[in-house]
């Protein structure tokens, strides 16, 4: 399995921005996604991995962390194989190499990085203020 992350850059506070995550390999099929929830994490050095958001593939339940609630929309593209992750408002706290990553945890919209199995790359997401 491979997730390629893609859509970060440098905004001005207030701006979008727009990162994806498409899933590919010989595992990805739309059965194995209707089993796995995709998330976002973000880092900045220095500290932990932090939860950003997450969607269960099928049946789309979904959880955000409380610092992006209202600002931050997850959604996915089955044609595609690929989650989106739509960031409104940017603030300056929110520079960060964000990651994309699959779980196939059992537990519904898994929100700690040890319960993904997967991850990308991470594409570096940068607010000036």
């Known amino acids: 399995v491979q997730l390629q992350a893609s859509g970060g850059g440098l905004v001005q506070a207030g701006g979008s921005l727009r990162l994806s995550c498409a899933a590919s390999?010989?595992?990805?099929?739309?059965?194995?996604?209707?089993?796995?929830?995709m998330g976002w994490f973000r880092q900045v050095p220095g500290k932990e991995r932090e939860f950003v958001t997450t969607?269960?593939?099928?049946?789309?339940?979904?959880s955000y962390a409380d610092s992006v609630k209202g600002r931050f929309t997850i959604s996915r593209d089955n044609a595609e194989n690929t989650v989106y992750l739509q960031m409104n408002a940017l603030k300056p706290e929110d520079t960060a190499a964000y990651y994309c990553?699959?779980?196939?945890?059992?537990?519904?919209?898994?929100?700690?990085?040890?319960?993904?199995?997967?991850w990308g790359r991470g594409t570096q997401v940068t607010v000036s203020s």
């Open positions: 990553a699959a779980s196939k945890s059992l537990a519904f919209l898994p929100v700690a990085s040890h319960g993904y199995d997967y």
């Open positions: 390999g010989r595992t990805v099929s739309m059965d194995w996604l209707r089993t796995v929830s």
């Open positions: 969607i269960r593939w099928s049946g789309g339940g979904i």
